[in-house]
């Protein structure tokens, strides 16, 4: 998780540098913000798993559904105070939310073909 988290803050790196140089502070703060969104929901997301792992069946369904809901919840509450407040960019926190996809699509890519070409 860890090693995938990290993958995710060097790509946000990247990417915030070039939304600071085209939009400036308030395209990077709407960024940034859906970013630390998508890693919160990713950390989520991993302590789900690892919980319903580790208990009964029918206890990990209750489980699922109130992680499941905490997390979509907490991303409906901040894109609808975006919208309603207008101090951020909505479709910036979007492409926050979609960083650590990003970033786990191209990580598994790039050690998909490393190890082809060393094989």
Same mark, same amino acid.
């Given at each position: 998780?860890?090693?995938?988290?990290?993958?995710?803050?060097?790509?946000?790196?990247? *990417? !915030?540098?070039?939304?600071?140089?085209?939009?400036?502070?308030?395209?990077? @703060?709407?960024? =940034?913000?859906?970013?630390?969104? !998508?890693?919160?929901?990713?950390?989520?997301?991993?302590?789900?798993?690892?919980?319903?792992?580790? %208990?009964?069946? @029918?206890? !990990?369904?209750?489980?699922?559904? *109130?992680?499941?809901? *905490?997390?979509?919840?907490?991303?409906?509450?901040? %894109?609808?105070?975006?919208? @309603?407040?207008?101090?951020?960019?909505v479709?910036?926190? =979007?492409?926050?939310? %979609?960083?650590?996809?990003?970033?786990?699509?191209?990580?598994?890519?790039?050690?998909?073909f %490393?190890?082809?070409?060393?094989?």
């Amino acid at each position: 998780m860890l090693k995938r988290l990290g993958a995710g803050f060097i790509t946000a790196a990247v *990417i !915030s540098l070039f939304v600071y140089a085209f939009l400036g502070m308030y395209g990077l @703060k709407s960024y =940034f913000i859906g970013f630390l969104l !998508s890693a919160l929901n990713f950390i989520l997301l991993s302590l789900e798993l690892n919980t319903i792992l580790e %208990i009964r069946p @029918k206890r !990990s369904r209750v489980y699922h559904l *109130i992680f499941f809901l *905490i997390r979509y919840i907490l991303i409906g509450y901040v %894109i609808v105070q975006a919208v @309603k407040n207008d101090n951020a960019n909505v479709f910036l926190i =979007f492409g926050g939310l %979609i960083t650590m996809n990003f970033s786990i699509v191209i990580n598994a890519s790039l050690n998909h073909f %490393i190890r082809r070409k060393v094989s």
